[in-house]
């Protein structure tokens, strides 16, 4: 079982959820006012559920992807994987994407019926729930992944960002509202600067198997430049959202995250060596989480 457990990366699950976060307390005040809607607890549970799913969905293609690409070697920087390692099989590893792309299947579909009923906005995002699963799969798995493309950067932005948090207020409060775009926006290009820094780490294998992320193909000075304005416009888009429609001083509460970044990038800019970057990754993914629940427990509170 650790060996699964392994597998299933539980450390990249906090970022996964970021979003859902975010979503579900935006939502909080308007879910309450859908008449005959879902509970809030139900909707926010499920959707936490979905993403948990479709996040090890992508680690266990990635895990196999990468081994199958010829990526996973001796020189790789960061943990072992299991079907590098042999400890799990190619079809072992098969069998359980099948199973985990199933359980969430019916995850995402309990949950977009629950909350939207059986209408046509239903299917709408039956297809976004096809399309992260898609998402999740060829990242690095099957012919012509697009994370070997340079596009992961664009994927990450779309599903842990705006269709994360966007979506999630949706299914909540059932209609859209404007006020989701600059937390959707900031926690985009947050969770864009988690897989930035992954491949900064890795540009020196991920060039010689023919990876070609947005790093392999600007470089690692380019590749800082463009990390640290991911990191400082995410916040910033949080700053310009909590100025325009704070009610109270809770609503600042993410602020308290910020000088963990500044190090962060600090430590970025002064880090020749690409595989010193490894502990920064858990630096900004936990720091993203922190700020999805202060952000999300200021408006709550508020």
């Known amino acids: 079982m650790k060996y699964w457990l392994h597998a299933f990366r539980l450390r990249t699950l906090p970022l996964a959820v970021s979003s859902i976060i975010v979503g579900s307390a935006l939502a909080f005040p308007h879910s ?40 996973d070697n001796a020189e790789r920087v960061g943990p072992q994987r299991t079907v590098q390692s042999g400890a799990i099989t190619p079809e072992a590893m098969e069998r359980a994407m099948v199973i985990c792309g199933l359980l969430a299947f019916v995850s995402g579909c309990t949950l977009i019926t629950l909350a939207l009923g059986l ?72 969770s864009a600067g988690v897989l930035n820094l992954n491949n900064m780490r890795d540009i020196v294998n991920d060039g010689v198997s023919g990876k070609r992320t947005l790093v392999v193909r600007m470089g690692s000075a380019k590749a800082k430049i463009y ?25 600042w509460l993410f602020l308290l995250v910020v000088p963990g970044f500044i190090v962060h990038l600090k430590r970025v800019w002064t880090t020749k060596e690409p595989r010193d970057l490894d502990p920064q990754l858990k630096v900004l993914a936990m720091g993203t989480f922190f700020t999805a629940l202060l952000f999300s427990l200021g408006l709550i509170l508020a």
């Open 119 to 190: 209408t046509l906005t239903t299917l709408a995002f039956l297809l976004l729930g096809l399309a992260a699963i898609g998402a999740a799969v060829k990242y690095t798995f099957g012919k012509n992944p697009y994370g070997y493309a340079g596009l992961g950067d664009v994927s990450v932005f779309l599903f842990f960002g705006l269709a994360g948090v966007i979506g999630t207020f949706y299914l909540h409060a059932q209609r859209f509202d404007p006020i989701t775009v600059l937390p959707a926006l900031a926690f985009g290009l947050l």
């Open 227 to 251: 990390h640290s304005m991911l990191v400082v416009g995410g916040i910033l888009c949080l700053v310009l959202f909590t100025t325009a429609n704070f009610t109270s001083w809770t609503w």
């Open 32 to 71: 309450r006012l859908v008449a005959y809607g879902p509970d809030w607890r139900t909707v926010t549970g499920l959707a936490l559920l979905t993403a948990i799913l479709l996040q090890v969905l992508s680690n266990l293609a990635n895990d196999l992807g990468d081994h199958l690409h010829g990526t």
